[in-house]
């Protein structure tokens, strides 16, 4: 759970930050947008050569956790724009790296023992990583820090738990290929059920990135420059925390394809609610429907799809899966950014994604059969 709190929390620490560097560089909502774009496709990157790289699952958990570290430590030189989209886009191929092998570890483990639900647990740390970024963040303005700072800080707290999770032995370490070099003469996403949860799930990557890019500058324009601002993003993660607890069982009970088609209909309307935004209330009621979602739309999708096909492509289907997301992921920031122009109105852009989740919850598939 803990070896989550890196890639999430190094790919998104940069919401956090960004009014930080709104205020001390100059940066735009359109460059905020790039900015965010070029971590989800490093993203992408890291999905398709985590399929190829040849390195063990322990090695390529190691590279990521020290890439991701290193990369947001290096975000405190201010400047120039270039070396900043370069970062980033590193910073995401590192977390790719370790995310698709921590959760494929973790998901293998928790099949084999027969306790799916642990799959839950497996990812809590995600909705960690944004907490304990959003509070340093919080903390951080409150003694009027700098955006290096911040950066600093947080680097410092992802390398302090990278060296507490680094894998040092047990399980011998499983060879990244080694269940992905199935006959590519016969695609393991033939099931059109499937490709259709590889298609929503990509739309989900598209519609939950514009609140997760822009909350707190959003939140900013809307309460003003104080410390209230800041507390949204912490909220949106403790969100995420909340809901796995009570949402990975529900998906066992009635199915993980039908909770998921729940949950985007839900952040559907949240993505609403912010487009409508009349105060802190609405603000806060969007925040927590994002929030309590999007890392659901993770683990029930990945879940779903592990029971679908053979477990020798398990592992191939998650990377494709990611590849579907960080599409999203990097389409999402930047055409977010340009309907919203640098006055920061993010109501076309909060409406487009509400409609792409719509057809996400549409498309996604039924229940997969009981084998």
């Known amino acids: 759970m803990v070896a989550f709190v890196v890639p999430t929390m190094g790919r998104f620490v940069f919401t956090p930050v960004l009014p930080f560097m709104q205020a001390e560089y100059g940066v735009t909502v359109v460059q905020g947008g790039w900015l965010a774009a070029a971590n989800?496709?490093?993203?992408?990157?890291?999905?398709?050569?985590?399929?190829?790289?040849p390195l063990d699952e322990r090695g390529m958990v190691r590279a990521g956790l020290s890439g991701v570290a290193m990369c947001v430590l290096a975000m405190a030189v201010p400047g120039p724009f270039a070396l900043w989209f370069a970062l980033r886009l590193a910073a995401g191929i590192a977390a790719a790296w370790a995310f698709i092998h921590v959760s494929a570890w973790g998901l293998r483990h928790a099949m084999a023992a027969s306790h799916p639900q642990w799959g839950g647990w497996i990812f809590m740390g995600s909705g960690l990583g944004l907490i304990v970024s959003?509070?340093?963040?919080?903390?951080?303005?409150?003694?009027?820090?700098?955006?290096?700072?911040?950066?600093?800080?947080?680097?410092?707290?992802?390398?302090?738990?990278?060296?507490a999770v680094w894998p040092r032995g047990g399980e011998p370490g499983r060879h990244a290929l080694s269940s992905t070099v199935a006959d590519t003469r016969s695609p393991p996403v033939s099931d059109p059920a499937v490709r259709r949860m590889i298609v929503a799930y990509g739309l989900g990557g598209f519609g939950y990135i514009t609140a997760a890019t822009f909350l707190p500058v959003l939140a900013k324009s809307l309460l003003g420059s104080g410390l209230g601002y800041t507390l949204f993003w912490p909220l949106f993660g403790a969100a995420a925390l909340g809901t796995l607890f009570v949402a990975s069982p529900l998906g066992l009970r009635i199915g993980d394809a039908r909770a998921l088609r729940g949950c985007l209909a839900i952040m559907a309307a949240g993505n609403a609610a912010l487009a409508g935004l009349?105060?802190?209330?609405?603000?806060?009621?969007?925040?927590?429907?994002?929030?309590?979602?999007?890392?659901?739309?993770?683990?029930?999708?990945?879940?779903?799809v592990r029971g679908r096909v053979p477990p020798e492509a398990a592992t191939r289907v998650i990377g494709r899966m990611t590849i579907a997301w960080a599409v999203g992921q990097c389409l999402g920031p930047i055409v977010s950014a340009y309907l919203a122009g640098d006055d920061g109105r993010f109501t076309g852009a909060l409406a487009l994604a509400a409609a792409a989740l719509a057809l996400a919850a549409t498309i996604t598939p039924a229940n997969r059969p009981s084998r």
């Open 278 to 304: 009349s105060g802190a209330w609405a603000l806060a009621l969007g925040t927590i429907a994002i929030g309590g979602t999007f890392m659901l739309l993770t683990l029930l999708g990945l879940r779903d």
């Open 134 to 163: 959003g509070l340093l963040c919080t903390a951080w303005l409150a003694l009027h820090g700098s955006a290096s700072g911040a950066w600093l800080l947080n680097g410092a707290g992802l390398a302090a738990i990278a060296i």
């Open 40 to 53: 989800h496709l490093g993203y992408l990157i890291g999905a398709l050569t985590a399929m190829r790289v």
